[in-house]
């Protein structure tokens, strides 16, 4: 069973950054892929970035290719996005994500999911 706690988010002008942290409660955080998602009101979940259990590789939605990076450390079990050049269109509420298949994760979402953290870009 793996616990994942996201913290990071609030309230930031468009243009600006913000960075997401996921922390992990599983010793063994280097055999999961971990991965973010997002769930703006009134529409669906969807995928935003993921990266292999190594940090070797990572993947990202089109829509945040070039402004988001996300990044691990696996001596402290954590899972980070650093979000860049915010739009208001990034408001949502992000979601850390771990599986230990990647392509789990890049198909719709893996096994554990944490809580969530409020992002609100304003105009």
């Known amino acids: 069973q793996v616990q994942l706690v996201e913290s990071g988010g609030g309230l930031v002008q468009a243009g600006g950054s913000l960075r997401l942290s996921c922390a992990a409660s599983?010793?063994?955080?280097?055999?999961?892929?971990m991965g973010w998602f997002r769930q703006a009101p009134g529409k669906e979940r969807e995928f935003v970035a993921t990266?292999?259990?190594?940090?070797?590789?990572?993947y990202y939605a089109d829509s945040v290719k070039g402004r988001f990076t996300i990044s691990r450390d696996n001596s402290l079990n954590t899972v980070s996005l650093q979000m860049n050049s915010l739009k208001p269109e990034d408001t949502a509420v992000y979601y850390c994500?771990?599986?230990?298949?990647?392509?789990?994760?890049?198909?719709?979402?893996?096994?554990?999911w944490g809580q969530g953290t409020q992002v609100t870009v304003s105009s």
């Open positions: 994500n771990a599986d230990s298949r990647l392509r789990q994760i890049r198909e719709g979402g893996g096994h554990y």
């Open positions: 990266i292999t259990r190594s940090g070797d590789t990572t």
């Open positions: 599983e010793g063994t955080f280097n055999s999961y892929a």
